[in-house]
């Protein structure tokens, strides 16, 4: 059974960081590029940030660019999100997810969808 399993959310003051695990079991995906998403109460879920394969590139949305970090270790079959200058427009339960085609951006392109982590973000 292909599992992929988010940790590391929680409650944080705005300009507080976190550190978001997604650990894959069942299957190894050191050849699928990764995906990290959010979705707000009421909102779509929207692209975060993904990373390729090897990890030698990492893609991000406007509003997390310079603040948030994709890694991944394949040893591990595990993908992390570095979260730092935390805002209260972050809070949203976030998920990884494991690319299967297409464009990064769109939850269209992945096949493996993680049940999410919720971090929320006081002022």
């Known amino acids: 059974q292909v599992q992929l399993v988010e940790s590391g959310g929680g409650l944080v003051q705005a300009g507080g960081s976190l550190t978001l695990s997604c650990a894959a079991s069942?299957?190894?995906?050191?050849?699928?590029?990764m995906g990290w998403f959010r979705q707000a109460p009421g909102k779509e879920r929207l692209f975060v940030a993904a990373i390729s394969w090897s990890g030698g590139s990492t893609y991000y949305a406007d509003s997390v660019k310079g603040r948030f970090t994709c890694s991944r270790d394949n040893a591990k079959n595990s993908v992390y999100l570095q979260m730092n200058n935390l805002k209260p427009e972050d809070t949203a339960v976030y998920y990884c997810?494991?690319?299967?085609?297409?464009?990064?951006?769109?939850?269209?392109?992945?096949?493996?969808w993680g049940q999410g982590t919720q971090v929320t973000v006081s002022s």
């Open positions: 997810a494991a690319h299967y085609s297409g464009s990064y951006y769109y939850p269209s392109a992945y096949n493996y």
């Open positions: 069942g299957r190894t995906f050191s050849n699928n590029a």
